[in-house]
């Protein structure tokens, strides 16, 4: 079984998603380097997923995030694996449909106060509506986000509390007793 980690900057899905696909002796594919993979495909350029923000735009980010779940479809087939997504990419429609093709979607919830100081340990981002009120800015994103994240994903699970690999025990946990439903 694939499993598609979704949720916000900061809650975990990489370092989850390691661990995870490692415990489920899959692959881990992280979105932002499929991004570059398939950006660097199209234009030759080797660039980082920021640089491709900063130097593209929105729109044209957003476009090759579709592209890229497209090819990641296509070239795992029937191959299992564990995907980290970006905080955005289930917010469009198209990209919801091709994510609920992959594999069993997680959103890995994290209580917004514990969001809050993880990412703002590596300083504020770039996509914070507000740069001088970082807790209006998550809680707006969050806001949106969330209903998405939640209507999209078959479970849930707490990220915000314990240890990395006792948040991936939890999720083996809940695809197995997912998995007999």
Same mark, same amino acid.
């Given at each position: ?63 090759? $995030?579709?592209?890229? %779940? /497209? *090819? &990641? ?7 299992? +694996?564990?995907? @980290? ?26 209580? $917004?106060?514990?969001? %809050? /100081? *993880? &990412? ?7 996509? +914070?509506?507000? @740069? ?50």
């Amino acid at each position: 079984m694939s499993i598609i980690l979704i949720g916000m900057k900061s809650c975990g899905k990489t370092t989850i998603g390691r661990l995870l696909a490692e415990t489920m002796g899959t692959p881990f594919l992280d979105a932002d380097t499929e991004l570059e993979q398939t950006h660097r495909q199209e234009t030759g350029e080797a660039l980082s997923f920021r640089q491709i923000y900063k130097s593209y735009g929105a729109a044209y980010f957003r476009a090759l $995030e579709t592209r890229t %779940l /497209q *090819r &990641i479809a296509q070239a795992t087939g029937n191959t299992n +694996f564990v995907l @980290a997504c970006g905080g955005q990419t289930p917010l469009q429609e198209e990209n919801q449909e091709i994510l609920a093709t992959l594999g069993t979607i997680i959103f890995l919830h994290v209580a $917004e106060d514990i969001l %809050l /100081q *993880r &990412i703002l340990a590596h300083g504020i981002p770039a996509f +914070f509506p507000y @740069a001088d009120d970082p807790e209006r800015s998550l809680h707006e994103l969050l806001a949106e986000r969330v209903p998405v994240y939640e209507k999209l994903s078959a479970i849930t699970v707490d990220a915000g509390k314990g240890t990395a690999g006792e948040v991936t025990h939890a999720i083996v946990r809940e695809v197995r007793t997912y998995d007999q439903h």
